[in-house]
């Protein structure tokens, strides 16, 4: 499974894959395999990179997020 949204929340964010994996105390090669969808992202490292990158789980895994004032929704879009 590849986190569709990973590369995308860590380049919005400024972020290197050695900062994120520094923040996220994840391996720099388990970033970079989860962004090309070489591994399986454990729930544990997922939780990590969300909480590093101050995103959902569901924004790393490529479902867009609306946010508002209120509240922040996932919403998947698939494109195929």
Known sequence: MKLRGLRQVRQRRG?????????AD?????????EHGKEEPQP????????ALSATTSELLGATVI????????????TH
């Open 26 to 34: 994840v391996r720099r090669d388990t970033i970079t395999h989860l």
């Open 44 to 51: 544990y490292v997922l939780r990590r990179l969300a909480v």
């Open 15 to 23: 972020l290197s894959i050695s900062q994120l994996a520094e923040l």
């Open 67 to 78: 946010e508002s004032p209120a509240s922040r929704v996932a919403v998947s879009i698939h």
